[in-house]
């Protein structure tokens, strides 16, 4: 191993310690002192420490049809990712297919990093992140992102022994490609009652265009009824507020923990933001969303559901490709998370453009 290798591999294991996380109720600091790391090189080190692992599933960008002219700007990779809260995983979520080695942090974390190197996402939101102070804030820092934590205020994960600190959601951003212009944590309610689930929004100005656009991640309840629903209404509200007057569309990413057929679903399929759900292009109608984002077996059963979504302001974007999911076969029996694949819930990673003439708000 070469010198530099070497100075690489130190580092990389020095961020990836496992160190309690501070206890603060929301973050957004920057480091002040930020080593560059090379993404190709990180990549090597994430494989190197996953050879004892089984080959990862391989997925492919689709591109669905698009009638908008091109653009001679670089699209926008966005990344949305449920990452499965690490205590969660060990100590509550009890997959009852899944060997408790398989989710062990010292690994499971290099899967992770491993799945966002792949595919270099300009803009990554998570939801589910119990390691941001000594993973993923300090590695992608030195990748070059700004980045972004709201913990969850109850987070479930303090119940866990051993803990690393609450989990919640992270938004992260290429710096070389934005700049960001504002900035709003959002703690949700329902029926004017506090809840457990928040949301990060981010203007963003693009520097290659100028253009600017909201970005927002959100984690919401996980089960059906009046709580989730009057959620997704407050979440809605706030980013109307946000955009009011202005003009500026949205990306927002997020497990809404709702399938399509729920009003969370309805409520933002049909808000006069004028959305449209990205992974809907994948089916051959344009209409219709993939039959699942998430597939784990629990001693309840089996459960495969549709939750994960990224949405987008139709008549500002355009999304040129999509990337698709593993199927049934490649996801195994045992169904996730696994060896090779590091959580439940599957990564969505779409490819935005910029119209040229974006057309009014419907």
């Known amino acids: 191993m070469g010198s530099s290798t070497s100075r690489l591999y130190s580092a990389v294991a020095q961020k990836l310690s496992s160190s309690p996380a501070p206890q603060h109720e929301e973050y957004s600091e920057q480091p002040v002192h930020v080593v560059p790391i090379d993404p190709d090189d990180l990549l090597k080190e994430c494989e190197k420490a996953l050879l004892n692992r089984p080959a990862r599933v391989q997925r492919a960008f689709a591109f669905p049809r698009n009638d908008k002219p091109s653009t001679p700007h670089r699209p926008i990779r966005v990344m949305q990712w449920n990452i ?16 408790l ?11 992770i990093l491993e799945e966002i190197l792949m595919h270099r996402p300009d803009i990554l939101c998570l939801q589910e992140v119990d390691h941001y ?8 820092n030195s990748m070059g992102y700004h980045s972004s934590f709201l913990p969850k205020p109850w987070s479930p994960c303090l119940d866990v022994e051993h ?18 212009v504002d900035s709003t944590n959002m703690h949700l309610v329902a029926m004017m009652l506090k809840t457990n689930q928040v949301a990060i929004a981010q203007t963003l100005r ?3 265009t100028g253009r600017m656009f909201c970005v927002a991640v959100t984690h919401l309840k996980a089960r059906s009824g009046w709580e989730s629903s009057s959620q997704g209404s407050d979440l809605l509200q706030n980013l109307q507020s946000i955009t009011e007057g202005t003009g500026i569309p949205l990306l927002i990413c997020g497990d809404f923990n709702a399938e399509p057929t729920e009003d969370v679903y309805r409520d933002f399929a049909t808000s006069s933001l004028n959305l449209n759900s990205a992974y809907k292009l994948l089916s051959e109608d344009g209409q219709s969303e993939p039959p699942y984002t998430t597939w784990k077996i629990r001693p309840s059963g089996e459960s495969c559901h549709t939750l994960d979504y990224i949405w987008y302001s139709q008549h500002a974007f355009s999304v040129d490709s999509v990337l698709d999911f593993p199927t049934e076969l490649q996801i195994g029996p045992n169904r996730l998370p696994s060896y090779n694949y590091p959580s439940d819930h599957l990564s969505l990673v779409c490819d935005f453009s910029f119209n040229d003439e974006p057309d009014r708000l419907l």
């Open 163 to 180: 803990n690393n600190g609450p989990d919640g959601c992270a938004l992260f951003f290429n710096q070389d490609r934005f700049e960001l």
């Open 101 to 111: 080695d398989a989710l062990n942090w010292a690994e499971r974390k290099y899967l």
């Open 84 to 99: 499965l809260a690490q205590a969660l995983g060990e100590g509550k979520d009890n997959f009852v297919n899944c060997p």
């Open 206 to 208: 693009c520097k290659e």
């Open 133 to 140: 102070f000594d993973t993923f804030q300090p590695i992608l």
